[in-house]
């Protein structure tokens, strides 16, 4: 991701580092850059607010222009560095061996950043429009198929990543692409009408639920007939290729079983806060795709082989893949040619991300490649953005063997163990509804606090847990935070600013040193396509302040004190509540 990092207090250090560089050697920066050099944030307040091992960095891979400079050991460059760096906001430097330099930050940038979170609300972090536009693509359920929890991991992700980056300054387009024709289908298809009266039996279902569990089942035998019945299979075949055709029969059967998955989908939509700005079809985009793969055929990007149309990826140190097979029906890839042209021509977006499972990296190489013959517009502005599978302590799920755990089902388990586990403080007729936020907060950060790309075993009790790393217990602490202010009853006595203290409590100070950070954060977040850097810091907030709310007194407290302390409790609410927004999570006022 390109995008101004200048707000930021990493920054700003960054910037003097370079300048003091220019100081220290004859050449500019010593060939430096600015992502040459790594901050961190130390744990431990006693090693400063910000900390750098470049000194020790340099040493490594420039040890002659050391020595050009007299300078002997990476202590001294560090010491070199550091007497060079002057900013308003850095009380101290520190060199300590064997090269660190540590940066502390005053009191008064700390203060002035807890006035700021409060006074900007739910705009703190955010960043002005930059006038780029991405594509987001995620979801991707198929239709005549059930919604598992692997797609609630992928609309999860989707979301947060889409609503950081709209946080970032950031117009984004939310776009699904579902597999509507093809083989799946052809499946269902074929079980259904090889039921007993089958149409009899669909007029005889009422319900949506009834529609997608009979849905699924076909599918289930269909899927095992194709497996084990040779016959079957072909026939099958054949109701594969009448799709394609818009056969009459199939055709009605295959638009009105559509319609209900799509239904069915836009109910899971809705209930996880998401809303697309278009839908994409596999049915949509096969024809095109495929002239467009002839087309190009006659350009030399594709070849024959074998009776089907390729793109000779070894070329270019990839795979070769097939576009159009030996029946002459496209492929993934081929459609896929044809829904990269149809983005482009509804975007126009810098950027397009696709959010996929790692199991199609490979995939995305080849025809990323080819897009770029295709239309050469879209060169470096394809990204595939993988993530780990989701588990369940049985395995790995599979809609073949009709062992899905769906999505809804799972958010319904949530709410059940919520409600049967905890006592919680909400009327009743607000019961439903806060259940719901709960539930949902506690799957979505499930999925969202590890790295996209890892591989995780989901854990219910984990997940709903009031004092672990989980969504129940951020949104337990937002409330608690509310609990207090509207007991505090300070009213304009918040609006004072200026307050100095000649000492500051540890818990205090450890939730000063916190606020500051989450620009820098959702800004990190936002490069990594990472929401997971959001519930790190989260967790960390919200421990530091149960652990300052259950140290010290707040509305007990001498005024001035208590004022101040009201003021840390507003920001870190405001804080959790916009770090919630962006992980697609919402923040109940009670709990």
Known sequence: MENSSELTISFQIKQAILQSLSGVFSSQRAGLHMEDIHLEHPADENHGDFATNLALAFLKKNSSQLAKENIKNPLELAQAISQKIKLDFIKKIEVVKPGFINFWLTEDFLFCQLEEAIAKKGNYGRREANGQKIMVEFAHPNTHK????????????????????????????????QGDVGMHIAKCLWAIINTENYREEINELKTLDQKI?????????????????EKAKIEIHRINEKIYTRDREIYVLWKQTRQ???????????????????????????????????MFLKKGVFEKSEGAIIFRGEKYGLHNRVFINSQGLPTYEAKDMGLGNLQFNDWQA?????????????????????????KPEMKGKEYHRSYGWVRLKEGKMSSRAGNVVTGESLLEEA??????????????????????????????????????????????????????????????????????????????????????FERLEAAEKAILRKIYLFPEVVY??????????????????????????????????????????????????QLLENGLFLLGIKAPEKM
């Open 146 to 177: 059930l919604f598992h929890i692997g797609h609630l991991r992928n609309i999860t992700l989707g979301e947060s990543i889409c609503r950081i980056l709209e946080f970032g300054g950031y117009t984004i387009f939310r776009t699904n692409y």
């Open 213 to 229: 569990n009979f849905l699924g089942q076909a599918y289930t035998v269909g899927n095992k007939a194709y497996e084990t019945d």
């Open 260 to 294: 209900w998955s799509l239904d069915y989908f836009d109910r899971i939509y809705r209930r996880l806060y998401t809303s697309f700005n278009r839908l994409y079809f596999e049915s949509e985009v096969w024809e095109s795709g495929k002239k467009i793969v002839l």
């Open 350 to 374: 810098d950027r397009y991300i696709h959010i996929v499972g790692p199991e199609q990296s490979g995939y995305f190489e080849v025809v990323f490649k080819a897009l770029e013959f295709v």
């Open 415 to 500: 709410e059940i163990k919520l409600s049967s586990n905890f006592k919680f403080d909400f009327k009743e007729q607000d019961k439903e509804r806060i259940l719901e936020e709960i539930a949902i907060g506690a799957v979505k950060y499930s999925m969202l606090k590890y790295s996209p790309e890892t591989e995780f075993v989901f854990d219910m009790q984990e997940s709903i847990s009031l004092d672990g790393n989980s969504g129940p217990y951020l949104q337990y602490t937002h409330a608690r935070c509310l609990s207090v202010l509207e007991k505090a009853k300070l009213g304009n006595d918040l609006q004072k600013t200026g307050l100095k």
């Open 524 to 573: 990190d977040a936002a490069q990594r396509l990472s929401p997971n850097i959001i519930c790190n810091y989260l967790y960390d907030l919200a421990q530091k302040y149960n652990l300052f709310y259950n140290e010290y007194p707040i509305l007990r407290a001498e005024k001035k004190i208590k004022i101040f302390r009201v003021k840390l409790t507003l920001a870190v609410n």
